[in-house]
């Protein structure tokens, strides 16, 4: 049970993850050279943001590129972005050097991109500056001034194409908020990218601050380890205060709410009979990819990409508990049921103990909604519906990694991979959150969607599931067609250069699209072509800057992306009278 930060694979796995986004970035940027923001490390940015962010539970994050001096000083920044609770704030920063191979970079590299993004934080407090910011840096700075009286924690987060191998990144307080570092270089993508989930590695120790014991297994089996332990509910919930929903990658569902029926009763023992919880409560079962022992062998010290898969209420019910009711949970303790899975067995096996330990609980079989056939059925077109010409494929994801396993299992020589990449480049993998945001929004549901991926997902899932519906060849073409929308939309805003909201703005616009236009537009055309039109391209820029004046608008002094979650900003955006065609366009029908 000995740590392995390496991520699997080796050195030959990075430098694919390398390759491959050192790709990706050159392809979009190529893409973008006409836009104002052509710029790879700006492209690069974005691109780990993509990931970064809903990993996190992050809501859009709003951009504002700056590097300046100031005497002898030097400040800089990518971006920020401010939790939905308004009590965290992350800042972000890039050191991208488009590497064709990896390379160390070096802590007191870092250290320096750190102090200049908190120089720019500070400037901005200060309502100073390092040289002239743009529109967007500007914009930014705005902002951090208008949100710091909530903010409780400070983080900087330095994306990097290089390979940091050393200690953690000291980081002051900054005006009374305390304040931590995050280095996600190359390694942190690929474990991001194998996973599709954030890698929580945390040290496991009591209040005294003594390793956490544990009852081992009597009969060991080599493909995995299992202890028992009894934590404290304090501990759990400051752990789901600093990973949010990232330790429930694995979990059949999301927290249901105080107000749930279960829920409630976690809460009545937590308020009346805390010392009774560990008699009460069934306990979580959480799985790790490895873990450090004590000297003795008879203690944890420090968990790696720790998952809770079954007990999701009961973590979250103590975090709310502690956090937003402020009650006492000191006296609380859990079962805990901790899984060492290996690396190869990882996938199927942790599903499989998702499953089964959820199967003996209230929770039902329907939570594990990768398995309902439908989604094997979407799935299965994804594999079988080309694209017109026989040219290519959408590659579905139903479960995790599956991409990668594809294209694992192409061939490891550039021409498998390059076939592969032409058949299914990335630009057409989705996902079963994607499929719901893209028809949630065209729908009209944009107040959903902006409520983040698993609550939108959790919204379009209950209303499947109301019916017993299949896809058909015809949907999942629709369906596809509308992706593509989306997808032109979000160009539309990128290319808008704005600064802030821009997930929101193109949920909006596709929405403003969908009510508008929708039963006019034929989805086969934007099928057979797999592209919008340059008509509804132009169009969709147009009605993107409707949009965010209307948004903003519409929010007043409220929390612009707060008020986005809301039926009242739809309302308002879809009741505009200066989103109009400003010519025919080739997709709408004709009469």
């Known amino acids: 049970m000995n740590a392995t930060p390496e991520t699997p694979g080796g050195n030959n796995a990075l430098v694919q993850v390398l390759t491959d986004i050192t790709s990706e970035v050159n392809d979009e940027a190529e893409g973008r050279k006409h836009s104002d923001r052509p710029f790879q490390a700006e492209v690069y940015l974005e691109l780990m943001l993509e990931r970064y962010l809903p990993s996190r539970g992050l809501p859009d994050a709003q951009f504002g590129s700056h590097s300046g001096m100031k005497g002898n000083s030097k400040a800089s920044i990518g971006g920020a972005v401010v939790s939905d609770d308004g009590k965290r704030l992350i800042l972000f920063n890039t050191d991208y050097r488009s590497a064709a191979e990896i390379w160390p970079i070096d802590r007191p590299t870092l250290i320096s991109l750190a102090t200049q993004t908190v120089r720019f934080l500070k400037d901005a407090m200060g309502n100073t500056s390092s040289g002239p910011l743009s529109q967007n840096a500007s914009a930014l700075a705005d902002m951090l001034r208008s949100t710091f009286d909530t903010i409780e924690t400070v983080t900087v987060v330095l994306f990097t194409d290089g390979l940091f191998s050393g200690k953690d990144i000291p980081i002051a307080d900054i005006f009374g908020r305390k304040a931590s570092c995050e280095v996600f270089d190359i390694r942190s993508l690929a474990r991001l990218s194998d996973r599709s989930v954030r890698d929580v590695s945390v040290s496991f120790r009591d209040r005294d601050g003594k390793p956490l014991k544990f009852l081992p297994r009597s009969h060991p089996d080599p493909s995995y380890e299992c202890s028992l332990l009894i934590v404290s509910g304090e501990f759990l919930a400051k752990l789901y205060e600093d990973f949010d929903v990232a330790l429930l990658e694995y979990n059949v569902r999301a927290f249901l709410g105080s107000s749930n029926k279960v829920n409630a009763g ?107 056939p439908f989604h094997i059925e979407i799935e299965r077109l994804s594999r079988s519906v080309w694209i017109p010409g026989e040219r290519g494929l959408w590659f579905y994801e139903r479960t995790r990694g599956q991409y990668n396993v594809a294209r694992s299992r192409e061939g490891s020589s550039a021409a498998a991979k390059r076939r592969f990449k032409t058949r299914c480049p990335p630009a057409r993998k989705f996902s079963k959150t994607d499929v719901a945001k893209y028809i949630n929004s065209w729908a009209g549901l944009p107040h959903l969607v902006s409520n983040g991926a698993q609550y939108n997902y959790k919204s379009w899932l209950e209303e499947v599931e109301r019916t017993e519906w299949s896809p058909t060849e015809d949907w999942y073409r629709d369906t596809i067609s509308k992706a593509i929308v989306f997808k032109a939309a979000q160009k539309a805003v990128r290319d808008g250069n704005f600064p802030g909201y821009r997930a929101q703005i193109v949920n909006y616009l596709v929405a403003l699209v969908g009510d508008r236009l929708g039963s006019q537009i034929d989805l086969r055309f934007i099928w057979q072509r797999q592209a919008v039109s340059a008509e509804l391209q132009n169009l969709l820029s147009l009605w993107a800057t409707v949009v965010e004046s209307e948004i903003k608008s519409a929010a007043g002094r409220s929390n612009v992306t707060q008020h986005c979650k809301r039926l009242v900003c739809w309302e308002a955006v879809s009741a505009t009278k200066e989103a109009k065609l400003a010519s025919q366009i080739p997709e709408l029908r004709k009469a």
Request: glycine share 6%.
């Open 266 to 372: 976690i809460r009545r023992t937590l308020k009346k009979d805390q010392e009774r919880f560990l008699a009460y409560n069934n306990g979580i079962s959480a799985t790790a990819r490895d873990v450090d022992l004590s000297e003795d062998g008879r203690a944890i010290e420090f968990v790696y990409g720790l998952q809770i898969v079954n007990g999701g209420q009961t973590i979250a019910a103590l975090h709310h508990a502690m956090f937003a009711e402020g009650t006492d949970i000191s006296r609380t303790e859990v079962a805990m049921k901790l899984t060492v899975v290996r690396e190869a067995d990882e996938p199927s096996f942790v599903g499989e103990i998702s499953s089964y330990a959820n199967t003996q609980s209230i929770v039902q079989i329907a939570d594990f909604s990768a398995n309902r």
